[in-house]
């Protein structure tokens, strides 16, 4: 039996997943991230078992597809600058390693067992510990030099907002991740809360959720305008909130429909699995 693992490494959280030949889900599991490339490395060698054929991890920042190596990956602990991710996995199992952009294995799994299946033209948005994003064109996920097309977290939303890790400010990324719905706020540690607040009507915890909403649909807009597509799918650990931004990110959308025409946003279908299945997708293809 063919089995290919994917790894997603995020900010908090490190999510795995086993394929089998159909692509279907074999087994799935989590574990704390790591402080640092050298101990996730050690923790992904651990998930091989018997029977695994290729591995495929997403590292959510800029990666350089070729080398395996990581090149800006900022939420995760730890100095990622250079790490030979790919190299030293590879090394240490004897499996060929695909390293790729989280967002990217995201929309891979979206878009072809997932929201996004059946359509060719379509924007992705992650909302976790950071904001990452995809385009799809004509059915292909597109990559980009540094695996760094579709960064819609990194749009500007408010030229005039807070300091971004990218050295920007206002980026999208301050407004709609995890962290910055719950910054400013007294008593909330995670996004989930905040969300729960304003489904209990707390108006501050409501007002923090359409920011997020208004931001994304600045970025997701400016995407659309540039890009010409019509479809969006939201996901990652912050997505289960889509609905208390969406009012926010349509009317947005509303004042440039001459322009954009009609957009539909759809949240993910795979759940937190989403990006581990996309990597292990990345990772059974010829490199």
């Not at 250079?82 to 199992?93: K, R």
Request: charged share 15%; net charge negative; with cysteine.
């Amino acid at each position: 039996m063919v089995t290919r693992l994917g790894v997603d490494v995020g900010g908090t959280t490190v999510k795995w997943a086993l394929l089998g030949a159909d692509d279907e889900l074999l087994g799935s599991g989590s574990a704390p991230t790591p402080p640092g490339p050298g101990a996730v490395v050690a923790l992904a060698r651990g998930l091989v078992r018997e029977g695994v054929t290729s591995i495929g991890i997403g590292l959510p920042g800029h990666v350089d597809r070729a080398a395996g190596i990581a090149r800006f990956v900022p939420n995760p602990p730890g100095d990622w600058t250079g790490f030979p991710v790919g190299p030293q996995l590879s090394a240490g199992t004897g499996l060929p390693v695909a390293v790729v952009n989280d967002a990217r294995a995201f929309a891979l799994a979206e878009l072809r067992t997932g929201a996004a299946r059946g359509r060719s033209d379509v924007l992705f948005a992650v909302l976790g510990t950071g904001v990452g994003g995809a385009v799809a064109l004509g059915g292909e996920i597109l990559a980009g030099p540094r695996d760094n097309l579709g960064e819609v977290g990194h749009i500007t939303a408010d030229p005039s907002g807070p300091t971004c890790c990218c050295g920007n400010r206002g980026c999208v990324e301050t407004y709609a991740s995890g962290p910055a719905i719950v910054r400013g706020l007294d008593g909330y540690a995670t996004a989930a809360a905040v969300a729960a607040a304003a489904r209990a009507g707390d108006r501050e915890a409501a007002a923090a959720m359409s920011r997020a909403g208004r931001a994304l649909g600045v970025a997701l807009g400016d995407a659309a305008a540039l890009l010409g597509t019509a479809t969006i799918v939201v996901g990652g650990g912050v997505a289960g909130a889509l609905d208390l931004m969406l009012s926010a990110m349509r009317d947005t959308f509303e004042r440039r429909r001459p322009l954009i025409g009609e957009v539909t946003v759809l949240p993910a279908a795979l759940g937190p699995w989403a990006g581990a299945i996309g990597a292990a997708l990345y990772g059974g293809e010829p490199q």
